[in-house]
């Protein structure tokens, strides 16, 4: 699945188009509520070159369901801005001789999710609205990662108090929403959503943490996601960000 996804990264960044980046300036977060404003303003993109692809790479642990323990995950993923897109590939290696091959996309308004044992046989094959809303979901939310983009077009704002903030974003008529909440420092430390979960839509949540300077823009390098159930809560990812790289479309 590795050479497969080297060529699926490089036609990602293909469908970006080789345009010059705008300079980010105050008068480009005018009209946003306050409590983003701020923030924006924290992680330094003013003067920035707005950013168009993203490479990232990460650790951390996963576990597929609650009564499972945490397996640790390696993982790589590609993004562009203008369209909206991403991919995702990530190695869970539950025991030495045992991997796990997982693969996340969102590309021309479309989501899916394909798990593999030994990245031959199928476990996972995801797709369908409820993907497609889920994925496009976790590219809103991710884009704490590269935080130009909250400027993008295809963004809604309104405002909710001091402190917390709802964006929208409409994509290939899929709608998702998420709420963001903001501490005393104008970091973005929750991020709170409705996500598709099975038959449907449940409440989702992530934590942001530590947040460190990563090519000039301050970014969280730490983040956990969590399904809040009715039954209660199922946090089922925790990462981190090893490496960060903005608007270099060369693979390799």
Request: aromatic content about 14%; overall charge neutral; hydrophobic content about 35%.
């Amino acid at each position: 699945m590795k050479k497969t996804i080297s060529l699926l990264a490089r036609e990602l960044f293909q469908k970006c188009p080789d345009t010059r980046s705008n300079i980010i300036t105050e008068a480009s977060i005018t009209g946003l509520p306050q409590p983003v404003q701020r923030y924006l303003r924290y992680t330094n993109i003013i003067g920035k070159e707005t950013i168009k692809t993203v490479k990232l790479k990460q650790k951390g642990s996963m576990r597929p369901q609650i009564n499972l323990p945490w397996m640790p995950l390696i993982a790589e993923q590609y993004y562009t801005i203008n369209p909206p897109a991403f991919l995702w590939f990530g190695t869970i290696k539950p025991f030495p001789f045992l991997s796990i091959v997982g693969k996340d996309q969102f590309v021309d308004g479309q989501g899916s999710m394909i798990v593999k044992l030994f990245s031959l046989i199928p476990l996972v094959d995801g797709r369908g609205a409820n993907f497609d809303q889920g994925e496009l979901l976790r590219y809103l939310v991710e884009m704490i990662w590269f935080p130009t983009a909250w400027l993008s077009d295809y963004l809604q704002w309104d405002r909710i108090d001091s402190q917390s903030a709802k964006v929208t974003m409409s994509y290939y008529n899929i709608t998702v929403s998420a709420i963001l909440s903001f501490n005393e420092q104008n970091q973005i430390t929750h991020l709170t959503a409705e996500r598709y979960y099975e038959n449907g839509l449940e409440k989702w949540s992530g934590l942001c943490e530590e947040y460190r300077e990563m090519n000039g823009i301050y970014i969280p390098t730490k983040c956990e996601v969590t399904w809040n159930f009715a039954s209660g809560d199922f946090s089922y990812f925790r990462g981190e960000i090893l490496e960060i790289e903005y608007n270099n479309c060369r693979l390799g």
